[in-house]
């Protein structure tokens, strides 16, 4: 009697605990990290398909509706090229000024530059990059008027570019406080005229590394050859990864998405890279620096003593095995500027302080 007077309460317990142990399973479930794995970037982002390097488009145009900003070249004699430009310009449509009346002040010319997808046909757009030729002192409120594009000086135009202008954030190499007002870009500015020259599935043999790196194209081999079949991928050298694919038509196309769709860990390349415009630095977290002594200018930088809190502009001082990251705090602290935190990492590489490629952009 006493049994079957409990036996529900014992049910139902268990009932609650297992709901408690299944309700804690999923919420830590979401809690925990994804598989490391899934994290790994794919195949496409690490390779490029071979012959399917970017194009790379230039074009000198003219940038209008600026507020008397632009160049400050005077008609007359001696003219500069913004003057010839819009007489030029003009001329196309049928208006003749002379040139010697001209005087642009709301015109700068510029030089357009970008880089498409040899698949992009005709009618895609795409990003382009407009930077300042002449002595205009901004290209703020500018308007870019339609420029022809070329993938080889001298060859036809494939594509043109217009719109207005979308100027670049940062700051100035002469004046660190003010914005970089001569160069920017207009997003989807550009579009393709004529379909450029493209490879064919039927050409894409190899897998090209977007970073050569002997490591990552044996991780690359392996796991194609793991997914898709032993002897699919060979490795060539540090930069490229033969494949072997005997499908044609939709089959080879299905293969070659699967493929580019595989996640690989790459070989991470020991490197810091340094804005020598505003001092942002990127890097492992995994990279130290080991002893060393750097004096740039009113800076010393040292490392293998114990930290100081009291340090100046001066005299910056960091213990042995300190990382990157500590050190481009402590530089950043005392007020440090981008030029010279640039000039100390590349001192500390070249002394063997920093076992890292130093990238300075």
């Given at each position: 009697?006493?049994?079957?007077?409990?036996?529900?309460?014992?049910?139902?317990?268990?009932?609650?605990?297992?709901?408690?142990?299944?309700?804690?399973?999923?919420?830590?479930?979401?809690?925990?990290?994804?598989?490391?794995?899934?994290?790994?970037?794919?195949?496409?982002?690490?390779?490029?398909?071979?012959?399917?390097?970017?194009?790379?488009?230039?074009?000198?145009?003219?940038?209008?509706?600026?507020?008397?900003?632009?160049?400050?070249?005077?008609?007359?004699?001696?003219?500069?090229?913004?003057?010839?430009?819009?007489?030029?310009?003009?001329?196309?449509?049928?208006?003749?000024?002379?040139?010697?009346?001209?005087?642009?002040?709301?015109?700068?010319?510029?030089?357009?530059?970008?880089?498409?997808?040899?698949?992009?046909?005709?009618?895609?757009?795409?990003?382009?990059?407009?930077?300042?030729?002449?002595?205009?002192?901004?290209?703020?409120?500018?308007?870019?008027?339609?420029?022809?594009?070329?993938?080889?000086?001298?060859?036809?135009?494939?594509?043109?570019?217009?719109?207005?202008?979308?100027?670049?954030?940062?700051?100035?190499?002469?004046?660190?406080?003010?914005?970089?007002?001569?160069?920017?870009?207009?997003?989807?500015?550009?579009?393709?005229?004529?379909?450029?020259?493209?490879?064919?599935?039927?050409?894409?043999?190899?897998?090209?590394?977007?970073?050569?790196?002997l490591a990552t194209a044996s991780r690359i081999a392996s796991v194609i050859d793991s997914v898709i079949g032993k002897g699919t991928a060979t490795v060539e050298d540090d930069g490229a990864v033969a494949l072997a694919i005997t499908a044609s038509g939709t089959e080879r196309a299905a293969?070659?998405?699967?493929?580019?769709?595989?996640?690989?860990?790459?070989?991470?390349?020991?490197?810091?890279?340094?804005?020598?415009?505003?001092?942002?630095?990127?890097?492992?977290?995994?990279?130290?620096?080991?002893?060393?002594?750097?004096?740039?200018?009113?800076?010393?930088?040292?490392?293998?003593?114990?930290?100081?809190?009291?340090?100046?502009?001066?005299?910056?001082?960091?213990?042995?095995?300190?990382?990157?990251?500590?050190?481009?705090?402590?530089?950043?602290?005392?007020?440090?500027?981008?030029?010279?935190?640039?000039?100390?990492?590349?001192?500390?590489?070249?002394?063997?302080?920093?076992?890292?490629?130093?990238?300075?952009?």
């Amino acid at each position: 009697m006493i049994y079957r007077v409990h036996c529900p309460r014992q049910r139902r317990a268990r009932q609650r605990i297992v709901l408690w142990l299944t309700l804690g399973a999923f919420l830590l479930g979401l809690l925990l990290p994804r598989d490391a794995r899934a994290q790994d970037p794919r195949i496409r982002d690490l390779t490029l398909q071979q012959g399917a390097a970017p194009v790379r488009l230039v074009g000198y145009g003219l940038v209008v509706g600026l507020d008397g900003t632009g160049d400050r070249a005077m008609a007359g004699r001696g003219m500069g090229q913004t003057v010839l430009s819009i007489a030029n310009l003009l001329r196309r449509f049928q208006v003749e000024v002379p040139a010697e009346v001209l005087q642009p002040r709301n015109v700068a010319a510029v030089m357009v530059t970008a880089e498409v997808s040899p698949f992009l046909r005709a009618g895609g757009r795409f990003d382009v990059s407009v930077a300042s030729l002449g002595d205009a002192r901004s290209l703020k409120g500018g308007v870019l008027f339609v420029t022809p594009l070329l993938a080889d000086v001298g060859g036809p135009a494939v594509a043109s570019a217009q719109g207005p202008m979308l100027l670049s954030d940062g700051s100035s190499p002469r004046d660190l406080t003010g914005p970089v007002e001569t160069s920017g870009r207009i997003p989807q500015g550009g579009m393709i005229e004529l379909d450029l020259p493209r490879p064919t599935l039927a050409d894409d043999s190899k897998l090209l590394l977007r970073e050569p790196d002997l490591a990552t194209a044996s991780r690359i081999a392996s796991v194609i050859d793991s997914v898709i079949g032993k002897g699919t991928a060979t490795v060539e050298d540090d930069g490229a990864v033969a494949l072997a694919i005997t499908a044609s038509g939709t089959e080879r196309a299905a293969t070659l998405a699967r493929i580019r769709s595989l996640r690989v860990r790459p070989e991470r390349a020991a490197r810091v890279v340094i804005d020598g415009r505003d001092g942002t630095i990127v890097a492992g977290g995994d990279l130290v620096l080991s002893e060393a002594l750097v004096s740039h200018g009113p800076v010393t930088l040292t490392i293998g003593q114990p930290a100081d809190s009291t340090a100046t502009r001066g005299d910056v001082r960091l213990p042995n095995g300190v990382s990157v990251q500590r050190v481009a705090s402590a530089l950043h602290a005392v007020q440090v500027t981008p030029g010279e935190i640039a000039a100390i990492f590349a001192s500390l590489k070249e002394v063997g302080a920093l076992a890292a490629e130093v990238i300075v952009r």
